[in-house]
């Protein structure tokens, strides 16, 4: 079974600072790592996943992660905020064993001051 | 289409009654999820398809809740006997095959009151 922890229900960033979303998992098996963002009556918007190969992956908006085996971490960074940032972030995992849908942690909040 | 459908958006019950939610997928791809949202949480996996086939319903939380998907395309979400417990949103999501790595595309969900 795989489970994710995302430290922080709510993190709030002036507009252009940097912007730092932490994801933990849990897995006994390779995972795949997903970053999702959810704006208010939205659905669900991939913004970058890691499956194999580089460890550093871009995703839309100037978002990206990086996977870090030896500390189970994907965590979500972004150089300089915009306002239009604002939402919630949900960060996934899911595996090549057992259930095929993806286990999302409870979310982190992102507030953008002007 | 060009993304994952879901009707109705919004759908207020009276506890007890029964309801039907539709998920509309991107059309050829394959494997289909339903997920439950509750307020302030991430969502949890409820059941899967691939094709007609239910694969997985070990998330459905009772047997008040069914799923099916008979030309392996359109799905309904069925839920019997609401209560207000079953207030969530319910998320459908589609991927073009069945690999765990593929990209889940997400519909606007289907929010659900059950006064």
């Known amino acids: 079974a795989q489970s994710v922890t995302q430290l922080g229900s709510h993190v709030s960033v002036s507009e252009g600072a940097l912007v730092l979303l932490r994801c933990n998992y849990s897995?006994?098996?390779?995972?795949?790592l997903f970053w999702y963002v959810q704006y208010p009556n939205q659905g669900l918007q991939l913004l970058l996943k890691y499956t194999t190969g580089a460890t550093l992956v871009k995703g839309i908006n100037g978002f990206e992660a990086e996977f870090k085996k030896s500390e189970t971490s994907f965590h979500l960074t972004k150089p300089s905020a915009h306002m239009s940032d604002a939402a919630e972030y949900f960060c996934?995992?899911?595996?090549?064993?057992?259930?095929?849908?993806?286990?999302f942690g409870s979310g982190t909040r992102l507030q953008v001051q002007p | 289409g060009a993304g994952v459908s879901q009707s109705p958006r919004y759908k207020v019950a009276k506890r007890g009654q029964d309801v039907a939610l539709r998920c509309d997928p991107i059309?050829?791809?394959?494997?289909l999820f339903w997920y439950q949202q509750a307020l302030g949480q991430g969502p949890e996996f409820l059941t899967y398809?691939?094709?007609?086939?239910?694969?997985?319903k070990s998330g459905l939380p009772s047997d008040r809740f069914f799923a099916e998907r008979p030309e392996g395309s359109v799905s309904t979400l069925k839920i019997q006997r609401t209560q207000q417990e079953d207030s969530a949103v319910y998320l459908c999501a589609s991927i073009f095959q069945y690999g765990s790595q593929e990209t889940q595309y997400f519909g606007p969900g289907t929010r659900l009151l059950v006064l």
């Open positions: 059309s050829g791809h394959v494997s």
């Open positions: 897995s006994s098996v390779p995972p795949y």
């Open positions: 996934a995992v899911s595996t090549d064993t057992g259930r095929r849908a993806l286990t």
């Open positions: 398809f691939q094709n007609e086939a239910q694969l997985d």
